[in-house]
């Protein structure tokens, strides 16, 4: 049992579980759109998404105490390494636009996590992206939906058209909604200063807004001009159980309750697609 969950909290502290989340919402872009089974971009979006969450959630650590790094931590330093390898040798294989694409969300994810502007811009010393109060979410959000609905659009030089653009800020709009368990769960660590959503709204308040949130994000599949039944069902299931999941988060939350469940649900998502398919 022990080593089972080593093994599960290394899966999850080495970001395999949220970059395959990230995988499966850019799969489900390639299924909405009719592409075919992109092996280069979905696997880059993996190896991405382990090698940028893994240097903002780790940075700090290995910067300032690499000579008596735990053994775990270690562990990670060395999959990163392989997986940054992995997203060089697939990235590759990308088109040039898809690269200039990649590039600007690499800079913002890169800015996230280092120091760059000046003191008085920020809440604490990290004089990061992230230190900047009530942006966290909207950035990763933004991050999210440039990477599973841009790339592989641009990938496959598909044209900019509505459902394009409503499939982008549906995606926008989910991953918000996956970020409140998170932020709820945070309240009793985030500084005040930080002004996240619960801090501003209350838990309650959060709440309400995710189920608003995923009703907006629900009834944007009315307007687009290509859908079908069984997308809706499965719309509409997702949209439920995500919705529970929001409401029955709190602050003493299991510890894989949002990093492990909530963030399962793309996968999940993934899953409903292709039984229905």
Same mark, same amino acid.
């Given at each position: 049992?022990?080593? %089972?969950?080593?093994?599960?909290?290394?899966y999850?502290?080495?970001?395999i579980?949220?970059?395959?989340?990230?995988?499966?919402?850019?799969?489900?872009?390639?299924?909405?759109?009719?592409?075919?089974?992109?092996e280069?971009?979905?696997?880059?979006?993996?190896?991405?998404?382990?090698?940028?969450?893994?240097?903002?959630? *780790?940075?700090? %650590?290995?910067?300032?105490?690499?000579?008596?790094?735990?053994?775990?931590?270690?562990?990670?330093? %060395?999959?990163?390494?392989?997986?940054?390898?992995?997203?060089?040798y697939?990235?590759?294989?990308?088109?040039?636009?898809?690269?200039?694409?990649?590039?600007g969300?690499?800079? #913002?994810?890169?800015? *996230? !996590?280092?120091?760059?502007?000046?003191?008085?811009?920020?809440?604490?010393q990290?004089?990061?992206?992230?230190?900047?109060?009530?942006?966290?979410?909207y950035?990763?959000?933004?991050?999210?939906?440039?990477?599973?609905?841009?790339?592989?659009?641009?990938?496959?030089?598909? !044209? %900019?058209?509505?459902?394009?653009?409503?499939?982008?800020?549906?995606?926008?709009?989910?991953?918000?909604?996956?970020?409140?368990?998170?932020?709820?769960?945070?309240?009793?660590?985030?500084s005040?200063?930080?002004?996240?959503?619960?801090?501003?709204?209350?838990?309650?308040?959060?709440?309400?807004?995710? #189920?608003?949130?995923l009703?907006?994000?629900? #009834?944007?599949?009315?307007? &687009?001009?290509?859908?079908h039944q069984? &997308?809706?069902?499965?719309?509409?299931?997702?949209s439920?159980?995500?919705?529970?999941?929001?409401?029955?988060?709190?602050? &003493?939350?299991?510890?894989? *309750?949002?990093?492990?469940?909530?963030?399962?649900?793309?996968?999940?998502?993934?899953?409903?697609?292709?039984?229905f398919?």
């Open positions: 049992m022990k080593l %089972v969950k080593q093994l599960l909290n290394f999850l502290n080495s970001s579980h949220v970059a395959l989340s990230v995988y499966a919402l850019t799969y489900i872009t390639l299924l909405e759109f009719g592409f075919s089974y992109e280069n971009v979905l696997n880059f979006v993996f190896y991405a998404s382990v090698t940028g969450y893994n240097f903002v959630k *780790y940075f700090g %650590v290995a910067k300032f105490h690499h000579r008596r790094l735990a053994n775990w931590l270690k562990a990670i330093q %060395v999959f990163s390494f392989f997986a940054f390898i992995l997203m060089c697939y990235g590759l294989q990308l088109s040039l636009m898809t690269l200039m694409c990649i590039a969300f690499g800079v #913002v994810t890169f800015l *996230y !996590a280092i120091p760059f502007l000046p003191k008085e811009l920020f809440l604490d990290q004089n990061n992206l992230r230190s900047i109060g009530g942006l966290k979410i950035l990763i959000g933004l991050v999210w939906m440039g990477v599973t609905v841009c790339l592989p659009i641009i990938e496959n030089e598909y !044209a %900019v058209c509505t459902d394009v653009i409503i499939t982008a800020l549906q995606r926008y709009v989910y991953v918000l909604v996956l970020m409140l368990p998170f932020e709820i769960r945070d309240l009793q660590y985030d005040l200063k930080l002004s996240t959503v619960p801090q501003k709204i209350g838990v309650k308040g959060t709440k309400l807004m995710g #189920v608003i949130l009703f907006v994000f629900f #009834v944007l599949e009315f307007f &687009k001009d290509e859908t069984i &997308k809706i069902l499965v719309l509409l299931m997702l439920i159980l995500t919705g529970v999941l929001v409401l029955l988060s709190s602050k &003493k939350q299991n510890v894989y *309750y949002a990093s492990f469940w909530v963030e399962a649900l793309p996968i999940l998502w993934l899953i409903l697609m292709l039984l398919d």
